[in-house]
Each structure stands twice: as C-alpha cells, then as structure tokens.
T-cell receptor
C-alpha cells in the first residue's frame, strides 16, 4: 500500500522563479494538506484541498497557490520565489469521511532551496 | 488562536532512562492535541492523539502522554529510552477533531546517550 509520495525530493531555484511541487495521497485518501517546515521550525499549515477546491488556508501570501486533480493528487505552486521560501514542503493526506479517526499521513517532503 | 509551546529544543537522556518531553498549550476551546515524530529526512509520523476520551493516551513505540487541563500541559513520556527513539518530536493542536489544520510547536530534538 503506497503511502504519500512527493516529487521531486530536492529542488534548487533562483529568486524570482516559480516552482511546482507534486503530491500523490495515500491510496484511498481524498484530502491533501500542505505544510512548510523551515529549518529548525515546526511545520506551518499552508492550505488544504478537498473535492478539487481549497477548503482551508493558513497565513501565507497569494504567491502560494495549489490545485487538486480528480485523482486526488495535488500540486503546490509558489511564484516569485524569495530566499525565505527555502524550506521542507510536506504534503499530508487524509480521508474526509474517515474523520475523526483518520489521521494525517505525511510524505517525506520536498526540500526547496532558493538561491 | 491556538498554540503550543515545547519547552527545551534539545533533550538528551541515557539509554534506558525516562524520556520526558514537555508541551503546553493555549486554547480558548477544548483542544485536540497530538504528538508527532520526525526521523531525519523523513515526514512526520503520528505517535498519539488526545481527543477528550481519556486523559492518559497511549501511543506507538511505548510512548504515552497525559492531558492535564489544570496545567494546560500534554507532556510526552516513555519509561525507558531506546537508541531508536533519537528523533525530532513535535507537539501540535487543532481547532476541532478531524480538522487537518494543525498548529505545531517548534520541536524538541531527542538525543539518546549510549
């Protein structure tokens, strides 16, 4: 049973560029959440997607956007990259109708470095 | 707004000794609390969760946590540390049960001394 998979594992971009990160949820899950984990910090909630729509959003600027596809996979897009966007980006999936007993399953993350 | 504070960014214990990782929460409503573990270059794994069913919560790998409302605490313990417990531990809170929008603490790095 495949867990949450994220690609790529590592990425280096230059300031001002745009980046797209990808996430495939655990089999059977329909909800995807994205978190940003800066070095030495706890993860911070970016947003959550369910039924191809953004359901919740954290305190992140509009440069951060996302998408969910009919197969429940998701993309995180960041425009006009800043040095401060360097972080580990974590994707987590869950089953909406399985809550409250459905825990979040996290992927191993994408390490983004902005130079 | 809800928040959690983890006291001690680094904790070192000897193998076989008691592990105690501290977490205090701030919440205007009954909180839902979680402990996650993160091994190097990996994502987060749920250790245990408090959902108001019982104040003492048992999790995986021999860990447990006790919810104390009077102290606004949810400390994580393990009676006997093992080398494989070395990792980063995060306490987290959510607004309501089943809400995947978690607010995490800054983490505690646990080192096990042989």
């Amino acid at each position: 049973d495949a867990g949450v998979t994220q690609s790529p594992t590592h990425l280096i971009k230059t300031r001002g560029q745009q980046v797209t990160l990808r996430c495939s949820p655990k089999s059977g899950h329909d909800t995807v959440s994205w978190y940003q984990q800066a070095l030495g910090q706890g993860p911070q909630f970016i947003f959550q997607y369910y039924e191809e729509e953004e359901r919740q959003r954290g305190n992140f600027p509009d440069r951060f956007s996302g998408h969910q596809f009919p197969n429940y996979s998701s993309e995180l897009n960041v425009n006009a990259l800043l040095l401060g966007d360097s972080a580990l980006y974590l994707c987590a999936s869950s089953l909406a109708t399985g809550a409250p007993n459905s825990p979040l399953h996290f992927g191993n993350g994408t390490r983004l470095t902005v130079t | 707004a809800q928040s959690v504070t983890q006291l001690g960014s680094h904790v070192s214990v000897s193998e076989g000794a008691l592990v105690l990782l501290r977490c205090n929460y701030s919440s205007s409503v009954p909180p839902y609390l979680f402990w996650y573990v993160q091994y190097p270059n990996q994502g987060l794994q749920l250790l245990l969760k408090y959902t108001s069913a019982a104040t003492l919560v048992k999790g995986i790998n021999g860990f447990e946590a006790e919810f104390k409302k009077s102290e606004t605490s949810f400390h994580l313990t393990k009676p006997s540390a093992h080398m494989s417990d070395a990792a980063e531990y995060f306490c987290a809170v959510s607004e309501d049960f089943g809400n995947e929008k978690l607010t995490f603490g800054t983490g505690t790095r646990l080192t096990i001394i042989p």
